[in-house]
């Protein structure tokens, strides 16, 4: 077996791959053959291994995957076929085959490569060189995407704008990718948060699509141009200068902890979204559903450029809604759905149909399904499988969960992290001084099976060289932990907390700033809200740490949404209180509750805390109804302004 791992991985094994390969040795010979069976080529006493190794199918079941998809990225990297010319390919090959379904509207993929193509024309004026940058701004719609490929055509890189933000936040983006050019979509909103930024764009030329009394004489009607262009292909000659290390785009982070940063988003890795659909065995037959955002890195990225490198359809929704997600993916006949964040949590908020099983999807692809809802989402809705996975936009790799575990956001098993070239590891963490735990050396420690740790990856040298942002280095250095298992080597943190169990699927705990201290204990912000959301009226809870003047570390708060008109009553305090109490031990269990009016997340369904945090428990800064957690009275009793005081005064504690 070692003559094998030496082949595929001839550097010095780490401490944990020393460990599994003590199992190894004790396998039979021919599990060398089954091993080289994931390439495709079958071994002969699998029933024998797996009686002996269980976990090892799960390895071959993902292998066979990746092997799919290191061929597809491998070839056309080689070939020097970046996402664009995957698409070139696509339209000869399917020219006349939807690519787009759009609000009752069929959009071929020679009419797109034909819109596309009048885009790269109008750009083609402006002698941008190949890697300068565009911004656009533009809402979920088949623009969006003929813009961004127009662009590609010339080799420029393209911003994708949150379409949401606006005034600092809006400035700060655009300026932060260094765009030479801003296109902004359709719709009287978007012009108007352009508007209000105008004088500060100095230097950038604006470009409206569609048109609007507001615009009168300042802004240049991209229509217009687009009308008057040439529809014939653009010769790929004019984009000789692309390499693989060159942005094909810019996607911006969530910015719930200070102003959106510009994450990097290479050729390379557009070639590997490209191939994302693959792991689920992904066909040019399959209609791919997406309501998120084609800003954030799941709809562009997976959504669209995996819709690409297969060659299937994508069904394209402005927004997301809940009572439409299903009747769409039946409108579509949609195969493969996206999610993310607490979506689904929101599709089962939805008075349950009889319609609710009667769907073509036959996968759902996404992260941040949470455990407490998991089986009874997939039970409900019928959806043979789900896979959810685990990564970052600016991260150097990602896991995936291609086996239906429940739960589970991918493997991490030390047989795979042998063979993947960037390699992925979970350390002990010490959660007070929110930095890892080292040993006498200065090194960090794995965790062991059952134990909660920093998920760290080690980074390429071409990605170190290139960086995770475009901008300053003190961004990129943030993301770096340094001499992680010997002195000088350097891994990527992606600030998040993971768990193995002993088949080795890693399971998302929480995310560093999520877990707080309380009582000398950690607090994980997310287990906190699986155990809340357990009692069948609560539709959701955003678990976060609160200061109190005097105290070490932050006590548990909880913003609670009760399902649709439940009143917060007396006896729903109570049993708050109870559940609490029965389900967690005493230094987790939340001190504070508010009940806002609306939820408090952002445009990828991501639960916002900060300024939650920021506001705590005064009454004068809140204006949702809060309460304490009274043991007295056994219940969640009001907050006053008298009972805040003693919480500052530590009388209640």
């Not at 969530?254 to 590997?272: E, F, H, N, V």
């Not at 690409?308 to 299903?326: D, E, P, Q, V, Y």
Request: glycine share 8%; net charge positive.
């Amino acid at each position: 077996m070692l003559t094998l791992w030496r082949r595929v991985c001839p550097q010095k094994l780490t401490s944990g791959e020393q460990t599994i390969s003590k199992h190894y040795s004790k396998m039979p010979k021919n599990t060398e053959k089954l091993l080289y069976g994931a390439a495709g080529v079958l071994g002969s006493s699998i029933l024998a291994w797996r009686t002996l190794f269980p976990w090892i199918g799960y390895d071959i079941q993902f292998l066979q995957a990746a092997g799919r998809v290191g061929r597809h990225v491998g070839t056309n990297i080689k070939k020097g076929m970046y996402i664009i010319d995957i698409f070139e390919d696509d339209v000869q090959k399917f020219p006349t085959k939807p690519f787009i379904l759009f609000e009752d509207r069929v959009y071929t993929y020679v009419f797109m490569d034909q819109q596309a193509n009048r885009v790269a024309s109008v750009a083609s004026q402006w002698k941008l060189k190949v890697g300068e940058t565009v911004a656009i701004m533009i809402t979920n719609e088949p623009a969006f995407i003929w813009t961004f490929l127009g662009l590609q055509k010339l080799g420029i890189a393209v911003a994708f704008i949150n379409f949401n933000i606006r005034k600092k936040p809006l400035v700060h983006s655009i300026r932060a990718c260094e765009a030479k050019v801003l296109i902004v979509g359709q719709g009287d909103d978007l012009l108007k948060s352009v508007e209000e930024i105008r004088s500060e764009l100095e230097g950038v030329e604006i470009f409206i699509q569609g048109r609007s009394p507001l615009q009168g004489h300042i802004y240049t009607t991209f229509d217009e141009l687009m009308q008057q262009a040439n529809p014939a292909g653009v010769c790929k000659g004019v984009r000789a200068g692309v390499h693989p290390l060159m942005p094909s785009c810019y996607i911006f982070t969530s910015g719930t902890t200070g102003l959106q940063k510009p994450c990097i988003l290479t050729q390379a890795r557009a070639i590997g979204y490209g191939a994302s659909l693959l792991f689920v065995n992904g066909t040019h037959k399959d209609i791919v559903y997406t309501s998120l955002p084609l800003y954030h890195s799941a709809a562009s990225g997976i959504g669209l450029m995996g819709t690409i490198g297969t060659g299937a359809t994508l069904a394209l929704r402005r927004k997301f809604s809940a009572r439409h997600f299903w009747e769409d993916c039946r409108k579509y006949n949609v195969t493969i759905a996206q999610y993310i964040g607490e979506l689904c949590r929101y599709l089962l908020a939805v008075p349950k149909s009889p319609e609710d099983g009667e769907h073509c999807v036959r996968v759902m692809i996404g992260n941040g399904l949470r455990m407490d809802i998991w089986e009874r989402f997939q039970s409900r809705f019928k959806v043979p499988n789900i896979c959810e996975l685990f990564g970052a936009t600016e991260g150097t790799t990602a896991i995936l969960n291609i086996a239906n575990r429940v739960g589970s956001c991918g493997r991490l098993s030390p047989f795979i992290n042998m063979v993947d070239p960037v390699k992925k590891y979970i350390v002990k963490f010490d959660a007070m001084r929110e930095e890892p735990v080292r040993d006498k050396e200065g090194h960090c420690i794995h965790v062991k099976p059952g134990e909660t740790g920093l998920l760290l990856t080690t980074i390429p040298p071409q990605i170190l060289e290139t960086g995770f942002y475009k901008g300053s280095k003190e961004m990129n250095e943030k993301r770096i932990i340094r001499n992680v298992f010997k002195d000088g080597d350097v891994f990527f943190c992606y600030g998040d907390l993971l768990q193995i169990d002993h088949d080795y699927f890693a399971y998302f705990k929480d995310r560093l700033g999520d877990t707080f201290r309380w009582k000398g204990e950690n607090v994980s912000t997310y287990e906190v809200a699986d155990v809340m959301t357990g009692l069948n009226f609560i539709h959701d809870a955003n678990v976060y740490g609160v200061e109190i003047p005097g105290t070490d570390g932050r006590a548990g708060m909880a913003a609670v949404h009760l399902v649709d008109g439940m009143p917060i009553s007396d006896d729903v305090l109570k049993m708050i209180f109870n559940h609490c109490v029965t389900n967690l031990p005493l230094y987790a269990q939340p001190l504070f509750l508010r009940f806002p009016k609306e939820h408090s997340l952002t445009q990828t369904f991501k639960q916002r805390k900060v300024e939650l945090a920021k506001e705590g428990y005064d009454p004068d800064v809140v204006t949702d109804p809060l309460f304490f957690k009274d043991a007295v009275n056994q219940t969640y009793s009001p907050l006053t302004k008298e009972s805040y005081t003693q919480f500052r005064s530590k009388s209640k504690l």
